[in-house]
């Protein structure tokens, strides 16, 4: 904001002063200032929902497109905290420090995970020049070490130019028992699915609040909304009426959907009449990552069939329910007289998502621990999929299925399954044009200057005393009164995610054939491929060798565009391999770490890290009831933990190897009288399993007294993205283990506190140490 001078005149005495309230009044924006809603789903491809000829019924979607316009061409980075943070700033992923997801950043320009000063929000400016601004659901812009109660809020959404925020900051929740943050402080949820809760509908309901504080007191007052939910997001989690509505749409299975799902689109306009379909498995076999192959649907048995179709119809009804969601908030605005006046951008933020492996998952964490899943364990949950006692995400065909007619999906930059997603623009004020379709090339970059369009401003040449980045994205706004095929104003985009790369310019497209996440670098061998788009939206056909030259020139355009936005070096190693990266945080890393009780979790970025070495922990503990019971230490969910706890008056130690059963329990022989105790356990790691998970010997203590021992085994990875931090006294969201239930609070007793260490000094050592705590209580 610019400072205005003061103009009035400063005596002695007031009553010979003039005042000037210039300077000190907050903008207002125009008279007649629209207001702004992005809805912004998660991996959901072009061929999905219902208003762009999918299978998957959307009414408030198919409303907002009635009464809009829907694009054909609307393209993003393939990942979504990358795509996130080009709706943030107008800039692409790489000069906003995004290459990847925030838990992947690494210590290169483009790869930081922090948004750079010359990089100014969206937010920001609204807020500046007078709206009031709503960020709800997820985040996914905040680096992982940055995710704890005592570390910097400088990423956060309250720091971004929002005024409330909402939702969870990480890059995906469990629906039933999501990690929640609002402004600036982790919250429980207000009550739990046993009471109807699911967070698609404790968003809408927090929207729904906001807008109707700010109308209450600031009627006039324009705001800017960003509604994130965790839908389509693994995982896959919604009320069971709703799944049922797609009992039997997809037993047909997903090479049967795409050859229904072309026509369908093709009638709407959304493809040229000659469109070809794309094999359902294109890349080559000595190029293809088998994790993202596609099984035959005529190849599988007669089980797999039905769960495989079963884990879309969760998908499906996942989708619908949060659209029901949606719908509350139109109807609010439209009763309330505020919809014709409001710009809607409803879409998702890269494609449908291949990580569920060739044969789904009942728990979707098993991908990013690089663990292969069961048919046999997965098909045991077969009646309970979408529940709670499920994380679940469907097999790779379904991905391929809703991201027809392109190549593969989500992760793959170079091809159009990536990046090629729903966009639906409603603005009944300001769009003539109903129900009809633009054919216009487009890119998530481009939904910053539209806002700035609309609302009639500009993003700021110098920010808070930083010259700022020129945007990278044009507005959109010509395509609302434009011919449904008329000519984009988009020059070119490029495109770079997870060692994929691609490059557009005038209607051409050169991708290169490289597959993300399989660590087999060698960039510079990978071979280009050819796509006259505008002929040829499927990119079906390879013109590399009938047009060598273009292909030369888009390359060199590629090179010279990843040195303009900072996209080098590329990075293709396997996710547990790039989500394990050590990364720097206010805290060094230590080798021992005390907890207390009354804090809030500790998210998993900045907690002990026990994954791949051995680890000790111990409680001091003192028991008042002989009838004490309830969690001393847990970390992760039921998808994914360990806890020590108390129960029928026996010391208890889990771990939850990624849901897989049964539990690795380890119970004291000896009953816990009243008394004061240190209690604990010892993993010493032997080796490495062929996953990549580690081997050992587990020890339960009461004291120094050694009550169970056994082999154990642990993750790799990460126990989950959902957050679901490490607590004491108590265990937040999800319980780790079946043998007790959330919160599971400490009664009977308190607890001094507790340490995790990974420092080589044995159990006992550290024993006699915390047992000394108690001759200073």
């Not at 919250?187 to 698609?200: A, K, N, V």
């Not at 007669?302 to 179709?309: I, N, P, Q, R, T």
């Not at 401003?457 to 020129?470: A, C, D, F, W």
Request: hydrophobic fraction near 30%; aromatic fraction near 12%; glycine fraction near 10%.
């Amino acid at each position: 904001m610019t400072k205005k001078p003061f103009n009035g005149v400063i005596k002695l005495d007031v009553r010979d002063s003039k005042p000037d309230w210039g300077p000190f009044t907050l903008p207002r924006a125009p008279e007649g200032s629209p207001n702004v809603l992005i809805v912004l789903y998660d991996d959901t491809g072009l061929a999905a929902w219902s208003p762009f000829g999918g299978g998957i019924n959307m009414p408030t979607l198919q409303k907002l497109a009635d009464n809009g316009l829907m694009y054909s061409q609307w393209h993003t980075t393939a990942l979504c905290s990358p795509t996130r943070s080009t709706f943030l700033t107008g800039r692409n992923h790489h000069l906003n420090g995004c290459s990847c997801i925030t838990e992947g950043a690494q210590g290169f320009p483009g790869w930081s995970g922090r948004l750079p000063a010359e990089c100014a929000t969206i937010g920001q400016v609204l807020q500046d020049a007078g709206w009031s601004t709503y960020w709800l659901g997820k985040n996914h812009n905040v680096p992982e070490q940055d995710i704890a109660s005592g570390a910097s809020r400088s990423e956060w959404p309250l720091q971004k130019g929002f005024d409330r925020y909402y939702g969870f900051i990480g890059g995906e929740t469990n629906q039933w028992y999501p990690d929640l943050i609002e402004d600036n402080k982790f919250i429980d949820q207000p009550y739990g699915p046993e009471d109807g809760y699911h967070l698609s509908k404790d968003l809408v309901d927090h929207a729904l609040h906001m807008i109707r504080d700010q109308k209450a007191s600031n009627p006039s007052k324009p705001w800017f909304m960003w509604l994130c939910p965790g839908a389509n997001h693994a995982p896959h989690h919604a009320p069971e009426e709703y799944i049922d509505k797609y009992k039997g749409k997809f037993d047909e299975g997903y090479e049967a959907y795409r050859e229904w799902v072309l026509p369908r689109m093709i009638a709407k306009g959304l493809l040229p009449k000659d469109t070809k379909l794309t094999p359902i498995n294109p890349l080559p076999a000595d190029v293809a990552n088998p994790g993202d192959a596609v099984r035959p649907w005529d190849s599988l048995n007669a089980e797999e069939k039905k769960l495989f179709a079963r884990m879309m119809e969760v998908y499906a009804g996942f989708s619908e329910y949060t659209d029901a969601q949606v719908g509350r908030l139109i109807d609010y605005l439209e009763q309330s007289g505020q919809l014709e006046n409001t710009i809607v951008f409803y879409c998702s933020d890269n494609g449908a998502s291949g990580e569920g492996s060739p044969s789904g998952s009942v728990n979707e964490n098993k991908f990013f621990n690089g663990y292969p899943d069961e048919l046999s364990e997965n098909l045991k949950y077969l009646k309970v999929l979408g529940s709670t006692d499920t994380y679940g995400h469907y097999p790779t065909g379904w991905a391929a299925a809703t991201s027809t007619p392109f190549q593969m999906f989500k992760r793959y930059s170079e091809y159009a399954g990536g990046t090629c997603c729903p966009m639906v623009i409603s603005w009944p004020k300001g769009i003539k044009a109903k129900g009809e379709v633009r054919n216009q090339y487009h890119h998530s970059t481009d939904i910053v200057p539209t806002i700035l369009d609309v609302c009639g401003l500009e993003m700021p040449k110098t920010y808070r005393g930083v010259e700022q980045y020129p945007l990278s994205g044009v507005s959109m706004r010509y395509s609302f009164s434009a011919k449904p095929d008329g000519k984009t104003t988009k020059k070119r985009q490029y495109y770079a995610m997870l060692g994929t790369r691609g490059m557009w310019e005038d209607g051409w497209k050169a991708a290169a054939l490289h597959v993300p996440l399989t660590g087999k670098g060698h960039f510079d061998k990978d071979e280009w491929e050819l796509y006259h788009v505008d002929a040829d939206r499927s990119e079906s056909t390879n013109l590399a060798k009938k047009h060598p030259e273009k292909l030369k020139a888009l390359i060199e355009t590629w090179f010279d565009e990843a040195e303009k936005n900072k996209v080098l070096p590329l990075d293709d190693r396997s996710a547990a391999e790039l989500l394990g990266v050590e990364r720097p945080s206010e805290e060094p890393p230590r080798e021992r770490y005390i907890y207390y009780t009354g804090t809030s979790p500790v998210p998993e970025g900045v907690a002990v890290n026990v994954r791949g070495r051995s680890y000790k922990i111990l409680a001091d503990v003192e028991i008042v009831d002989k009838d004490c019971s309830g969690v001393i230490f847990a970390h992760g969910s039921r998808f994914g933990g360990h806890a020590l706890f108390v129960k029928d008056r026996k010391l208890h130690y889990v771990y939850n190897f990624l849901g897989i059963k049964p539990e690795q329990a380890f119970v004291s022989e000896s009953e816990l009288k009243p008394g004061k105790y240190t209690l604990g356990m010892e993993f010493i790691r032997d080796k490495a399993g062929k996953h990549g998970e580690s081997l050992g010997k587990t020890t339960l203590y009461v004291n120094e007294k050694i009550e169970a021992q056994g082999d154990m085994r642990t993750q790799p990875g990460k126990f989950t993205l959902s957050g679901d931090g490490l607590c004491v006294g108590r265990d937040s969201g999800d319980a780790v283990s079946e043998d007790y239930k959330t919160p599971g609070e400490f009664k009977g007793g308190s607890i001094l506190f507790v340490g995790v260490t990974v420092e080589k000094g044995q159990y006992l050592d550290l024993e006699k140490l915390a047992a000394a705590a108690f001759a200073v209580d």
